[in-house]
């Protein structure tokens, strides 16, 4: 009988995507037990504005040139189709159903744990889902539950991934600010976005 493909699930605006994404990406599938991860290009968090935020098909584009046809990488806007706003475990639902022989395991960063008791069924995702949760820098332990406690839950599962200090903010304000970043995201999608002038 073959091996269940275990697929981690890595959702985001990604907004742009960059290359600390990629790298935790990377970690991933090189450090556990994951066979590939899915880029899950979210249309809207419910807990974001949408400021600033490009078209799904710009940010989907965006990943899939990142990725650039690199077998452990796959970008799905499976979220796009779902009604929004988009809610985790509506998604897990729909791409467990669509995917029966792959086991689904979910990427999150240390930083979302104290906000996962407001998840929409946050507990029914600890029930049928492992959680792989990699360092954030500035995470904090604050909440009804606290992050440690959450660390704890035997459905999660903390790695030693190196921590990324750069995010997606962080490039949309220096583009603005008149700021060459092409070093900390893929040539690609540096040149994708400044052809397309993005976050200018």
Known sequence: MAKEKQIGLFFGSFNPIHNGHLMIANWMVEYTFLDQVWF????????????N???????????????????????SNIETKLPQPSYTIDSLAYITEQYPDYHF???MGSDQLPEFHRWKNADQILANYRILVYPRMGDRDSGPVTRDELLNHPS?????????????????????????????????????????????
């Open 40 to 51: 899950v290009v979210s249309p809207l968090n419910p807990f974001k504005k949408r400021q």
């Open 53 to 75: 935020l490009l078209a799904d098909y710009h940010r989907i584009e965006l990943v899939n040139i990142a990725i650039n046809d690199y077998p452990k990488f796959k970008a």
């Open 105 to 107: 395991t979910l990427i």
């Open 156 to 200: 999660i599962e903390p790695v030693n991934a190196p921590i990324m200090e750069i995010s997606s903010s962080f490039i949309r304000n220096s583009i603005k600010e008149g700021k060459d970043v092409r070093f900390y995201v893929p040539t690609g999608v540096w040149e994708y976005m400044v052809n397309m002038h993005f976050y200018e």
